[in-house]
């Protein structure tokens, strides 16, 4: 799992975005940029290619499998992305939005939003694993 982490075959953008200054943008155009060999796949509802990437409607349209899934998000959105994430069998999930406290959760609740089997495992940054959806999730969120 952790080598999905850190060398990943392909990376999905759910929230991925034309707008210039988006996350959703930013993180396609880091990885073009920054030289990642592997499949980059936005997922946007509504665009047909972002950064002259093709671009799916959900996770479950893209053709191969995902390793990695970015989560540029509102926090209201993520619950159904993850399971949607599950279902495709991703294996690392890495949540870059915001707005949990907004939404009136903390990442207790957020990780009960998940799955119940959901388990904190530690290391440098807030990881949960969520046994359900067989992903490792990195909540890179600040939650106050």
Same mark, same amino acid.
């Given at each position: 799992?952790?080598?999905?982490?850190?060398?990943?075959?392909? !990376?999905? !953008?759910?929230?991925?975005?034309?707008?210039?200054?988006?996350?959703?943008?930013?993180?396609?155009?880091?990885?073009? %940029? @920054? =030289?990642?060999?592997?499949?980059?796949?936005?997922?946007?509802?509504?665009?047909? %290619?972002?950064?002259?990437?093709?671009?799916?409607?959900?996770?479950?349209?893209?053709?191969?499998? #995902?390793? !990695?899934?970015?989560?540029? /998000?509102?926090?209201?959105?993520?619950?159904?992305? /993850? %399971?949607?994430? =599950?279902?495709?069998?991703?294996?690392?999930? &890495?949540?870059?939005?915001?707005? @949990?406290s907004e939404a009136g959760?903390? #990442?207790?609740?957020? +990780?009960?939003? &998940?799955?119940?089997?959901?388990?904190?495992?530690?290391?440098? +940054?807030?990881?949960?694993?969520?046994?359900?959806?067989?992903?490792?999730? #990195?909540?890179?969120? /600040? !939650?106050?």
């Amino acid at each position: 799992m952790l080598d999905a982490l850190f060398r990943p075959k392909s !990376v999905a !953008v759910i929230g991925a975005s034309a707008k210039e200054l988006s996350v959703g943008n930013r993180i396609i155009r880091n990885l073009v %940029e @920054f =030289g990642f060999k592997g499949a980059i796949y936005p997922i946007n509802p509504k665009a047909d %290619e972002i950064r002259g990437i093709k671009a799916y409607r959900s996770i479950l349209d893209v053709p191969t499998d #995902v390793d !990695v899934v970015h989560l540029p /998000i509102p926090a209201a959105s993520v619950p159904q992305a /993850i %399971e949607e994430c =599950g279902k495709r069998g991703v294996k690392v999930i &890495i949540l870059n939005g915001g707005g @949990f406290s907004e939404a009136g959760r903390n #990442v207790d609740e957020f +990780a009960l939003a &998940i799955g119940s089997a959901s388990k904190p495992i530690g290391l440098n +940054a807030t990881l949960w694993f969520a046994a359900r959806q067989s992903a490792l999730v #990195v909540i890179r969120a /600040i !939650v106050r």
